[in-house]
Every structure is written in structure tokens, then in C-alpha cells.
């Protein structure tokens, strides 16, 4: 099993910034795609960023420039740096990856943390 132990929510102001943190633990021989996804009250969850193990990313357009995600492949942890925050960020923020548990023959699994609260309100 993996768990993902997200950090880094909180109240920030419109314009302010915040960085999300999510680390991961447990039966991991390698991760493919790490990725923040979000979900606003009354709304889907979306995308807003992703990173493959190549560094490669991806981002929603309405975070362009605002957001950056990042690894660190020696901590099995992804980040999110967000800047200019605006009242439409705010969400519940979660955790993906997509990883193998024991060798390159191994299923690539999916794997959810348990979602980070982010408010921006002045």
C-alpha cells in the first residue's frame, strides 16, 4: 500500500501565496506522474497541475503562471508552489500519483491523498 500525506493548506489572502507539499510512503519501486488536483464546493474535481518523472509538466490554463509543481524523486514528495491566489482557488487540493509497488512488471497504480483545504478570502 501508499500513502500520501499532504501539508501546506490553509487561509491566505487574495494575492497571497501558499505551497502545498505531499509526500509518499510505503510499497513504491518507482513513481510515474505526480499531480495536484482540486475540488471547489459544488464542483468537480480538476486538474491543476501534473509532473512525469521526466520533469515534464502540465498545468490548467487558469493557473498558468500562477502555479508551478515540482518534485523531489529522492523524497517520493511533489509540490506545488501557488502565487497570486484569487478567491476562485479555493478548494480542497489533493494528491495524485501513479506508481509501481515492487518492480518495472508491476501494475501502475493510482493513488489519492486525502485532500488539503485551501481558502482565499480577505
Known amino acids: 500500500q501508499v500513502q500520501l500525506v499532504e501539508s501546506g493548506g490553509g487561509l491566505v489572502q487574495p494575492g497571497g501565496s501558499l505551497r502545498l507539499s505531499c509526500a509518499a510512503s510505503?510499497?513504491?519501486?518507482?513513481?510515474?506522474?505526480m499531480g495536484w488536483y482540486r475540488q471547489a464546493p459544488g464542483k468537480e474535481r480538476e486538474l491543476v497541475a501534473t509532473?512525469?518523472?521526466?520533469?515534464?509538466?502540465n498545468y490548467a490554463d487558469s493557473v498558468k503562471g500562477r502555479f508551478t509543481i515540482s518534485r523531489d524523486n529522492a523524497k517520493n514528495t511533489v509540490y506545488l508552489r501557488m502565487n497570486n491566489l484569487k478567491p476562485d482557488d479555493t478548494a480542497v487540493y489533493y494528491c495524485?500519483?501513479?506508481?509501481?509497488?515492487?518492480?518495472?512488471?508491476?501494475?501502475?497504480?493510482?493513488?489519492w491523498g486525502k485532500g488539503t483545504l485551501v481558502t482565499v478570502s480577505s
Open positions: 509532473i512525469t518523472s521526466g520533469s515534464s509538466t
Open positions: 495524485n500519483i501513479k506508481s509501481r509497488a515492487y518492480n518495472w512488471a508491476s501494475n501502475v497504480m493510482d493513488y
Open positions: 510505503g510499497s513504491i519501486f518507482s513513481i510515474n506522474a
